[in-house]
């Protein structure tokens, strides 16, 4: 199997080879560009990555002569299989498919790749935005310098990264009115993720602006869930039957997870009746 028949195919369906087959493109420096690039992306896949795969991987982010374009593929494709790593940890062997010892060896080589300001800008982001994904200590700093600089590239980094590393409320109440699209988007999601209630009238205002951008309106779907369940579900029931596909799907799913279990209703009713 060939690396357009990879692309092509389900990774579910991929040959118990197709980590050699990327793995071959990755190494090989004299191979086309484009080949490594999507070579790159497939990587990522929870299908085939492993500690070889992460060894191609960060050889090419380290590599100084590689593209700035192929370094910065291969960071992006770094952060699923991390922020797995840091979900599951390592108490069962079977339950990630890279090593501990990759872990932090992933974690080592980024931080030090990030700090060297010769690599380039793009290089930097994406590995910022990569191992964010398995928060640690140094990242609380990154972030905020990146949000402070004054470059909307830094700073579309720093909210992206906000979802992931705490400690950002006030910024990301700032960014919930940016004029930037991206960085709104970015907003939402990191406000979703923490459960902000301080954002709740921002995301409503989005909810109810027929003008939201489509992927907007998806991303206040879920954050308006998140922050205030109960209340979300008022407000979504309108969208669940918009003409939009794809929207009135993201409200009805929203409000059944919002739902309260039947027991917790029970258990709610029994205590107002007790209070009154």
């Given at each position: 199997?060939?690396?357009?028949?990879l692309i092509d195919?389900?990774?579910w369906?991929?040959p118990?080879?197709?980590?050699?087959?990327?793995?071959?493109?990755l190494?090989?420096s004299?191979?086309e560009e484009?080949?490594?690039?999507?070579?790159a992306?497939?990587a990522g896949?929870?299908?085939?990555?492993?500690?070889?795969?992460v060894?191609?991987?960060?050889?090419?982010i380290?590599h100084?002569?590689?593209?700035?374009?192929?370094r910065a593929r291969?960071?992006i494709s770094?952060?699923?299989?991390l922020?797995?790593?840091d979900t599951d940890?390592f108490?069962?062997p079977?339950?990630?498919?890279i090593?501990?010892?990759?872990f932090?060896?992933?974690h080592?080589?980024?931080?030090r790749?990030?700090?060297?300001?010769?690599?380039?800008?793009?290089?930097?982001?994406?590995?910022?935005?990569?191992s964010?994904?398995?928060?640690?200590e140094w990242?609380q700093?990154v972030v905020m310098e990146?949000?402070?600089?004054?470059?909307?590239d830094?700073?579309?980094?720093?909210?992206?990264s906000?979802?992931?590393?705490q400690?950002f409320?006030n910024?990301i109440l700032?960014?919930?009115?940016?004029?930037?699209?991206?960085i709104?988007y970015?907003?939402v999601?990191?406000a979703?993720?923490?459960?902000l209630d301080a954002?709740?009238?921002?995301?409503v205002e989005?909810?109810?602006?027929?003008g939201t951008?489509?992927?907007l309106?998806?991303?206040?779907?879920?954050?308006?869930s998140?922050?205030?369940p109960r209340?979300?579900?008022e407000?979504?029931?309108?969208?669940v039957?918009s003409d939009?596909?794809e929207?009135?799907e993201a409200?009805?799913?929203?409000i059944?997870?919002?739902?309260?279990?039947?027991?917790?209703?029970d258990d709610?009713?029994?205590?107002?009746e007790?209070?009154n």
């Open positions: 199997m060939d690396l357009k028949t195919t389900p990774p369906d991929w118990e080879d197709a980590e050699k087959i990327l793995q071959k493109i190494n090989d004299r191979a484009s080949d490594r690039l999507v070579a992306e497939l896949d929870s299908t085939v990555i492993n500690d070889d795969l060894d191609a991987l960060m050889a090419i380290c100084a002569d590689e593209s700035e374009k192929l291969a960071a770094l952060g699923p299989v922020e797995q790593a940890g108490e069962d079977d339950g990630v498919p090593s501990e010892r990759t932090r060896n992933i080592v080589t980024l931080h790749v990030y700090l060297d300001n010769s690599n380039p800008k793009e290089v930097r982001r994406r590995i910022l935005e990569a964010v994904r398995a928060p640690k990242h700093n990146a949000y402070s600089s004054g470059d909307k830094w700073k579309l980094t720093a909210v992206f906000m979802r992931w590393v400690g409320d910024q700032e960014a919930l009115r940016s004029a930037d699209p991206e709104l970015q907003a999601n990191a979703g993720n923490w459960e954002a709740w009238p921002r995301i989005l909810l109810n602006d027929a951008p489509k992927p309106l998806l991303a206040a779907i879920a954050a308006a998140s922050i205030r209340e979300a579900r407000i979504l029931i309108d969208l039957a939009d596909e929207i009135a409200a009805d799913e929203a059944a997870i919002s739902e309260p279990a039947s027991d917790e209703e709610e009713d029994g205590a107002s007790w209070i």
